[in-house]
């Protein structure tokens, strides 16, 4: 069966960076976009971009172009979210997600349990 | 401010119906799918309904969606306690981007 196993929290102060992994199994890793979201507290959810693992080739959200970086290793079938120049507006649950495009449209079919990021003075 | 607009939210009584919107424009909603995710408290969201009305394998169909227009909608049949959640519609932009309607929290009285 499909699982998409996130990293643990993260405590980090302001202006530090972050790195989230995503050990997906149970289907071809290369074989799906995995996109990354979050969700602050009590908010609703935020798309922040995709990788494709076959070729690499990423797209980010405006709001995160220059902060975050989207990297995967399809040796160990991981995908990896970077975020860096953390402020508290960062603290949320991190999620990834597996992208399936189902003829008209990419959903997100499994997600990862997610990842808390705290950032905290 | 999403450019998807979903009430904050609804309540109904077990056994019940209830339907949840989400509204936008030609832009966005008129022009594509649309796709509805499920977050039970302290969850990651599951995926409900994708091509605006199909459900996934696994999926009750107590859960069915429409569009007509610039609107969208998640009708929930036989509303059971196990069913209190947040609900997300959500549309996969021209853009290679996703976006998400700000959520409908739902309550079975």
């Known amino acids: 069966q499909v699982q998409l196993v996130q990293s643990g929290a993260e405590v980090k102060k302001p202006g530090a960076s972050v790195k989230v992994s995503c050990e997906a199994s149970g289907y071809t890793f290369t074989g799906y976009y995995m996109t990354w979201l979050r969700q602050a507290p009590g908010q609703g959810i935020e798309w922040m971009g995709w990788?494709?693992?076959?070729?690499?080739?990423?797209k980010y959200a405006q709001k995160f172009q220059g902060r975050v970086t989207m990297t995967s290793d399809t040796s160990i079938n991981t995908a990896y979210m970077e975020l860096i120049r953390l402020t508290s507006d960062d603290t949320a649950v991190y999620y990834c997600a597996r992208d399936w495009y189902s003829g008209f449209h990419d959903v997100f079919d499994y997600w990862g349990q997610g990842t808390l990021v705290t950032v905290f003075s | 401010q999403s450019v998807l607009t979903q009430p904050p939210s609804v309540s109904a009584a077990p056994g019940q119906k209830v339907t949840i919107s989400c509204s936008g424009s030609s832009s966005n909603i008129g022009n594509n799918y649309i796709s509805w995710y499920q977050q039970l408290p302290g969850t990651a969201p599951r995926l409900l309904i994708y091509d605006t009305n199909k459900r996934p394998s696994g999926i009750s169909d107590r859960f069915s969606g429409s569009k007509s227009g610039t609107s969208a909608t998640l009708d929930i049949t036989g509303l059971q306690t196990g069913d209190e959640a947040d609900y997300y519609c959500g549309i996969w932009h021209d853009t290679l981007s996703a976006v998400f309607g700000g959520g409908t929290k739902l309550t079975v009285l």
């Open positions: 990788i494709d693992p076959n070729t690499g080739a990423t």
